[in-house]
């Protein structure tokens, strides 16, 4: 009786291999990962920050940070007194008597103070001397007692300075203040007159081009190509000054005045069409020979092979570019102001926020709210197209 020997099946054998590959592979697939969820983070840390200073009270968000937006913090506060008609008389002292609140509860007083200049040069429970023989003391949870020789005089208390513990505040003041700000309705829509057609026309214009550059023989097509490219390195910057020139002299001749939606759809044309040409050339020249040949054979034109073929399989790239296009146009401020102007007709969304922080900038805490008011549509067009997005940029790379 012979002995059998048990060998190992191809299949045990397969996953055997598999495992010993995946163990030797995991200390790069982990740092790999790794990687890769550091920058997510890096990335979407100060996004995270902004949507939540956005909800912030604002005197808050001027003194700390959004890491400590969960935790009470120091603030130096202003409260009157009592008018001058609840005033009493105690062995010949005029008094004012009360207590300072934080949206309407006591709060924990850290120091205090009479004057703009020292508002926290009191600890509580001294007793600060006033001048003209007052004195102003203040306990820790806010009650003030204020004397003075002479009655009180006014319609309005005196005021007293005080520094004070204040509980983290959320609400949606910031976001109240610029969705309510005058001319913000009209500035949105004027930024969609603006992004639409400036996202449309160099689509159609780079479509066409890209169709000729990839499947037409003519003289001179790797030069085009080759300028397309250049053209793509050159700062806007430079640009802008004699575009906006050339466009008032034609404006000028032809009787069109400067200041229109013509203009500003022009320049952002012209800016983004290398993008769009380069961008879709290298995805339609990679579409298969066979189905453009086939085509051809077939007796089709140019125009219908593109309008029925080229175009249907190039939704992609299409979506790709309206992405960076949209998203270019849509947070433009510079173009905007150069041809548009900063008058109440034509004012887009990003210059009437800027409006809205004042000639100082004294304002700016609303900036956390603009900007995610700012980003909704935008938010919007990416989530709907974003699955097009890799396919289409990547698409034609690798042939």
Known sequence: MTDKIATPSAGHVSKAA????????????????????????????????LFISSFRDKDQLALTGWWTSLTNS???????TGAPDSQIQENGVYVLTGQVLVDGKPTQVQAFGFSSR?????????????????SLSMTTDGHYKMTSLKPFKGKRGKRVFYTAIVPPKFGL???????????????????????????????????YAAYALSWMKMPGRNLLIAVVVGLLVVPLQMSLIPLLR??????????????????????????????????????????PREIIESARVDGATDFEIFMRIVLPLSFPALASFAIFQFLWVWN???????FLGTGEEHMVLTARLRELL????????????????????????FFTLQRYLVRGLLSGSVK
């Open 18 to 49: 598999f495992s010993l590959s995946k163990l030797r592979r995991s200390p790069l697939t982990l740092l790999v990962h790794l990687s890769v969820l550091v920058i997510v983070i890096l990335w979407t840390l100060p996004t995270a920050g």
């Open 74 to 80: 120091e603030q130096n506060l202003v409260d009157r």
């Open 118 to 134: 020292a508002p926290t040069a009191y600890k509580p429970g001294d007793v600060a001397e006033m001048k003209n023989g007052g």
């Open 173 to 207: 003041d910031n976001y109240k203040e610029v969705l309510t700000a005058e001319g913000i309705g009209r500035s949105f829509i004027n930024s969609l007159t603006v992004t639409i057609p400036a996202t449309i026309i160099p689509i159609l214009i780079a479509a």
């Open 246 to 287: 050339l466009y008032n002299d034609i404006g000028a001749f032809f009787g069109v005045g400067a200041k229109t939606y013509l203009g500003i759809w022009l320049a952002h044309t012209g800016f983004g069409l290398p993008l769009a040409i380069y961008l879709l050339r290298n995805y339609i020249s990679s579409l």
């Open 332 to 338: 433009d401020l510079l173009v905007a102001t150069v």
């Open 358 to 381: 004042g000639s100082r900038g004294g304002n700016w805490e609303i900036l956390t709210a603009s900007a995610f008011v700012s980003i909704a549509v935008p938010l919007g067009v």
